[in-house]
């Protein structure tokens, strides 16, 4: 079984800066890719950004291209995503997930693409 352990959630002013972080736990893959997603009250999961395990390719939602930043240390297991100029649009509660096998980056930008997923990270921003 593959836990995903996400920190790095908080309150920030806008404007502010966050630095998630997810790492995968237990039974581990040679290879897979890694997605981060959020969910805001009363809203569906919505794709942010995805990574392949060679950190080669990245997709990012158009909400959030140009502020946040995905990126992987495969020497340490975790994968990131990088909040910057954040905006109160920008509370939800945050999820990361990864896929076991390789795939098209259209498939990393779907919620079914996933095999595993973290509890979520509560991200806040206050205006």
């Known amino acids: 079984q593959v836990q995903l352990v996400e920190s790095g959630g908080g309150l920030v002013q806008a404007g502010g800066s966050l630095r998630l972080s997810c790492a995968p736990s237990?039974?581990?893959?040679?290879?897979?890719?890694m997605g981060w997603f959020r969910q805001a009250p009363g809203k569906e999961r919505e794709f942010l950004a995805a990574i392949t395990w060679s950190g080669g390719r990245t997709a990012y939602a158009d909400p959030v291209k140009g502020r946040f930043t995905i990126s992987r240390d495969n020497a340490k297991n975790t994968v990131y995503l990088q909040m910057n100029s954040l905006k109160p649009e920008d509370t939800a509660v945050y999820y990361c997930a990864v896929r076991r096998l390789a795939s098209s980056l259209v498939v990393l930008t779907t919620l079914d693409g996933y095999d595993y997923w973290g509890q979520g990270t509560q991200v806040t921003v206050s205006s």
């Open positions: 237990g039974r581990t893959f040679s290879s897979y890719a």
